[in-house]
């Protein structure tokens, strides 16, 4: 019988959280599911799951939900930041609106929200910080610079405070993904698409994205349910291991980009945009 958590996990309306939250519920822990579409959660409440309105962006909700756990829960055990957003594009042609827009999302609403949690975690003198963060914070994805920032960004953040809150027995723990099959590959090409047309990256730009396309509609990507089953893992576990590795090319693709001389890699991610696939 696994010990009962309470758990506040964010970006649960679709893909890994939606599956995570109900992972989670069906084992019996009490989940709140926090998202900006609370409409698409709404079949989690069958399971018991709380669904709250929460956008990581916006400081009020995140304070709303925090206070809300604690007074009718009186503890926070764990917090999963997975709320997560990418739009990719050469570096020169994505608009810096944009840019800032990632980092809120991934890196700034993921650290307030962490900060919102640690006092009642520190008081209890136990608690679990879970970052999904990916494969793409230990590898540059070619015309993905921007999201990159932010995952490289998660990785150095959740290492920092590991060391940090270890003291008040509070543990932290990263998620890294590799390639998973969820909406999020559609909208990253679409967003490649429209920072690439009238620019001078325009005819690689538009490939890529059409790459990128096939690739997340073939049988080549993992199911979220893997990403869900390493987040229990995370949860559950007494002693978590400080990072969990999986889906498809999330092994590989690191060593590759740590063994490869740094010209190799570029090489290699330059012929990737410039192959034609086969629709």
Known sequence: MKEKKTILITG??????????????????CVYAAARRVERMEPLKALGVHVIKMDVTEEELMRQGVEEMIQKEGHIDVLINNAGY?????????????????????????????????PQMRKQGSGRIINTSSIAGK?????????NVTKYAVEAFSDAL???????????????????KTNWGPIAAQHLKESSYGTAYEEIGV????????????????SPSIIAKAISCAVNSRHPKT?????????????????????????????????????
């Open 207 to 222: 490939q890529w994205a059409g790459n990128v396309d096939w690739f997340y509609q073939s049988n080549w990507l993992s």
């Open 162 to 180: 590991r060391m940090e809150v270890k003291p008040f027995g509070i543990d932290v723990v990263m998620i890294e993904p590799g390639a998973i």
């Open 86 to 118: 990418g739009f990719f594009g050469a570096i020169e042609t994505v608009p810096l609106a944009e840019a800032r827009r990632q980092l809120e999302v991934n890196v700034f609403g993921l650290a307030r929200l962490t900060q919102l949690v640690l």
């Open 139 to 147: 590898m540059v994805i070619y015309m993905g610079g921007w999201y």
């Open 12 to 29: 649960a309306s679709s893909g890994i959280g939606y599956d995570a939250a109900q992972l989670l519920a069906q084992q019996g822990h």
């Open 243 to 279: 990072r969990y590795c999986r889906g498809r090319f999330s092994v590989v693709g690191r060593m590759a980009h740590a063994l490869m001389p740094t010209r190799w890699w570029d090489a290699m991610m330059r012929r990737m945009g410039r192959v034609k696939v086969r629709k």
